[in-house]
């Protein structure tokens, strides 16, 4: 794809890139103090860098390569993924955002460990952190393959020796940064990335002449409805709901920036600023895929390398190193938002509560090992589990069995008991985890059995204990 002078110049350019991004990370490290500075960014974030963390976050290397992917492949039916993500940061914006942020001001919370700690006790921990480890080392994960499938095709190594490499340069990053790096980077990620992937969905539909070209090259082939955003299966849609979609609700590294914000001013006007400029770059990605099928006519190329593809096809090779970095952009601001998101777990929610007697420095100390622990997971998982979004969806299909439902009535029902709510964590999980494991027998997803257990557990024993509880006292009484 690319000649053996451009690949030099390109490998000096992602190194040169990675180092930047290291020294700055060093730099923060040593305006990085204390735990909570390394965690929720000392609280005091305003709204331009929590917009374009929030940005950073949200778009990854799934969404420019795997989404891409998938528009070249299934079509314009892939948008339901952005449709059922919208429904859902509306959601979260309108009746979850101020309650979250409340808590953790009051409670000076961390993770979501915190919350369903306070809301169910002690034992709700040990669930939580397994739920939310599996979301984000299999997320973290999918952004270690991004970074080798951007080595292999611009300086032709190996993916295997890739994944090691984008694991050891990612790792290392976060180890020494902390959130307060990860916001600062986040602020240079989240704008090259939009004004990138907004000038390429242009450019695309320039050179594939508008709509009406796309649309007639698709007729000619007999493959109009690829165009059509209900080329999809309900099914499909509704695995895109409960996995991706809701998992915004219980997403830890989104809680983590409500709670990083100034205020709750800042964390609502940054998320809604950032979520629907995010989503719309996940819509124009899909788009981009769709385009270069049937307008840039790219028909005899591995789907998996389309965004390399497209950015060859319309741009000198100059602008086409400016994509490249665009697209390190978008892996790196998620990759490290991740992987910080799955290690506050482990320090918080397994340290903390267990050896309250370490002191702010030890715990930094504890901050960084976390660190360490969830990247070799993610590795693990980046080697044996194929496929960008498959790897993204698996991982968030096991959180949101274990931890919507207890959240959610959680925050909204006080009924809730605590033993439900430990039943519900617990039976979710295992089951989803077990179903994934067999291979997803009758061809159903883990998503599908799972969540309604879980649900259903939580009603269930809820009935049960408050029952159980009302006799107890007419019976002291």
Same mark, same amino acid.
């Given at each position: 794809?690319?000649?053996?002078?451009?690949?030099?110049?390109?490998? *000096?350019?992602?190194?040169?890139?990675?180092?930047?991004?290291?020294?700055?990370?060093?730099?923060?490290?040593?305006?990085?103090?204390?735990?909570?500075?390394?965690?929720?960014?000392?609280?005091?974030?305003? /709204?331009?860098?929590?917009?374009?963390?929030? /940005?950073?976050?949200?778009?990854?290397?799934?969404?420019?390569?795997?989404?891409?992917?998938?528009?070249?492949?299934?079509?314009?039916?892939?948008?339901?993924?952005?449709?059922?993500?919208?429904?859902?940061?509306?959601?979260?914006?309108?009746?979850?955002?101020?309650?979250?942020?409340?808590?953790?001001?009051?409670?000076?919370?961390?993770?979501?460990?915190?919350?369903?700690?306070?809301?169910?006790?002690?034992?709700?921990?040990? &669930?939580?952190?397994?739920?939310?480890?599996?979301?984000?080392?299999?997320?973290?994960?999918?952004?270690?393959?991004?970074?080798?499938?951007?080595?292999?095709? !611009?300086?032709?190594?190996?993916?295997?020796?890739?994944?090691?490499?984008?694991? =050891?340069?990612?790792?290392?990053?976060?180890?020494?940064?902390?959130?307060?790096?990860?916001?600062?980077?986040?602020?240079? %990620?989240?704008?090259?990335?939009?004004?990138?992937?907004?000038?390429?969905?242009?450019?695309?539909?320039?050179?594939?002449?508008?709509?009406?070209?796309?649309?007639?090259? =698709?007729?000619?082939?007999?493959?109009?409805?690829?165009?059509?955003?209900?080329?999809?299966?309900?099914?499909?849609?509704?695995?895109?709901?409960?996995?991706?979609?809701?998992?915004?609700?219980?997403?830890?590294?989104?809680?983590?920036?409500?709670?990083?914000?100034?205020?709750?001013?800042?964390?609502?006007?940054?998320?809604?600023?950032?979520?629907?400029?995010?989503?719309? /770059?996940?819509?124009?990605?899909?788009?981009?895929?769709?385009?270069?099928?049937?307008?840039?006519?790219?028909?005899?190329?591995? &789907?998996?390398?389309?965004?390399?593809? *497209?950015?060859?096809?319309?741009?000198?090779?100059?602008?086409?190193?400016?994509?490249?970095?665009?697209?390190?952009?978008?892996?790196?601001?998620?990759?490290?938002?991740?992987?910080?998101?799955?290690?506050?777990?482990?320090?918080?929610?397994?340290?903390?509560?267990?050896?309250?007697?370490?002191?702010?420095?030890?715990?930094?100390?504890?901050?960084?090992?976390?660190?360490?622990?969830?990247?070799? *997971?993610?590795?693990?998982?980046?080697?044996?589990?194929?496929?960008?979004?498959?790897?993204?969806?698996?991982?968030?299909?096991?959180?949101?069995?274990?931890?919507?439902?207890?959240?959610?009535?959680?925050?909204?029902?006080?009924?809730? !008991?605590?033993?439900?709510?430990?039943?519900?964590?617990?039976?979710?999980?295992?089951?989803?985890?077990?179903?994934?494991?067999?291979?997803?027998?009758?061809?159903?997803?883990?998503?599908?059995?799972?969540?309604?257990?879980?649900?259903?557990?939580?009603?269930? *024993?809820?009935?049960? !204990?408050? %029952?159980?509880?009302?006799? =107890?006292?007419?019976?002291?009484?």
């Amino acid at each position: 794809m690319f000649s053996g002078d451009e690949r030099i110049i390109l490998s *000096v350019i992602v190194f040169v890139y990675f180092i930047f991004l290291f020294v700055l990370a060093l730099y923060m490290n040593r305006k990085t103090k204390t735990y909570e500075d390394y965690n929720v960014a000392g609280r005091s974030v305003s /709204i331009i860098p929590i917009i374009l963390t929030f /940005i950073g976050t949200g778009v990854g290397g799934s969404t420019l390569l795997g989404y891409m992917e998938n528009g070249y492949i299934l079509g314009m039916g892939e948008q339901w993924i952005h449709i059922t993500m919208f429904l859902c940061v509306i959601i979260f914006a309108s009746f979850l955002l101020k309650r979250i942020r409340s808590l953790g001001e009051n409670h000076n919370m961390v993770t979501v460990g915190d919350y369903t700690s306070l809301r169910y006790g002690k034992q709700a921990r040990i &669930p939580t952190v397994i739920s939310i480890l599996f979301s984000y080392c299999a997320m973290t994960g999918m952004q270690f393959v991004a970074i080798a499938t951007i080595l292999n095709l !611009t300086i032709g190594l190996n993916v295997t020796l890739g994944i090691f490499i984008g694991w =050891a340069l990612l790792t290392l990053k976060t180890y020494f940064g902390g959130l307060k790096a990860v916001i600062w980077q986040d602020v240079i %990620h989240g704008t090259i990335l939009t004004m990138g992937v907004i000038a390429l969905f242009i450019t695309v539909l320039i050179v594939a002449g508008g709509w009406e070209s796309i649309s007639a090259y =698709a007729s000619t082939n007999n493959q109009e409805d690829m165009l059509s955003i209900m080329n999809i299966e309900p099914s499909e849609i509704f695995i895109y709901l409960l996995t991706l979609a809701v998992f915004q609700f219980i997403r830890q590294d989104l809680w983590q920036r409500v709670w990083a914000a100034k205020n709750v001013k800042t964390a609502r006007n940054g998320y809604w600023i950032s979520m629907i400029i995010a989503v719309l /770059i996940g819509a124009i990605a899909v788009a981009i895929g769709v385009f270069s099928r049937y307008g840039l006519r790219l028909e005899n190329i591995d &789907p998996v390398l389309i965004y390399y593809g *497209v950015v060859e096809d319309v741009f000198p090779f100059s602008l086409v190193v400016v994509m490249i970095i665009v697209l390190l952009a978008a892996v790196i601001s998620s990759a490290d938002s991740f992987l910080l998101a799955g290690s506050s777990s482990i320090v918080n929610d397994i340290i903390r509560p267990n050896f309250k007697h370490l002191n702010n420095k030890k715990m930094l100390i504890c901050s960084r090992i976390s660190v360490l622990i969830v990247s070799i *997971v993610a590795l693990v998982l980046a080697l044996s589990v194929p496929g960008l979004v498959n790897l993204m969806v698996t991982g968030t299909a096991m959180s949101v069995s274990g931890l919507l439902a207890p959240v959610m009535f959680g925050l909204f029902w006080k009924r809730v !008991t605590k033993a439900a709510g430990v039943a519900s964590m617990w039976g979710g999980l295992v089951t989803a985890v077990i179903w994934q494991v067999l291979g997803h027998p009758f061809g159903l997803h883990p998503i599908f059995i799972g969540l309604p257990l879980s649900i259903a557990i939580l009603l269930i *024993v809820t009935f049960l !204990t408050r %029952h159980h509880n009302q006799n =107890a006292g007419l019976t002291m009484k």
